[in-house]
Nanobody, 122 residues
Framework: QVQLTESGGRLVQAGDSLRLSCTAS????????MGWFRQAPGKEREFVAC????????YYADSVKDRFPISRDNAKNAVYLQMNSLKPEDTAVYYC???????????????WGRGTQVTVSS
């Protein structure tokens, strides 16, 4: 069972940058696609970005494309989400996920972290 732990969430102002990190308990995480999802109060969980096991390919939701680059460091069992030009509508709990899948469907991700809160004030 792979355990994922997110960190880096906090209260920031609109326009600020923030980097989220997700570390895995198992080095086999290097075999998985890694994704970031988010859930705002009263809304469904939505896809943010994902990256292939090698890091060669990435895919983004339109709402964050060009603002939230995703990256990974398999030597550190970690994946990152660099969040730039933050907006109040980016406020949500951000979750890290891993799976033998590709894309935005959360059903393809088998392992999930517990989330980290990002709050963007206007």
């Amino acid at each position: 069972q792979v355990q994922l732990t997110e960190s880096g969430g906090r209260l920031v102002q609109a326009g600020d940058s923030l980097r989220l990190s997700c570390t895995a308990s198992d080095p086999t995480i290097s075999d998985y696609t890694m994704g970031w999802f988010r859930q705002a109060p009263g809304k469904e969980r939505e896809f943010v970005a994902c990256i292939t096991s090698s890091g060669a390919l990435t895919y983004y939701a339109d709402s964050v494309k060009d603002r939230f680059p995703i990256s990974r460091d398999n030597a550190k069992n970690a994946v990152y989400l660099q969040m730039n030009s933050l907006k109040p509508e980016d406020t949500a709990v951000y979750y890290c996920a891993a799976g033998r899948t590709w894309g935005k469907d959360p059903r393809g991700y088998h392992f999930w972290g517990r989330g980290t809160q990002v709050t963007v004030s206007s």
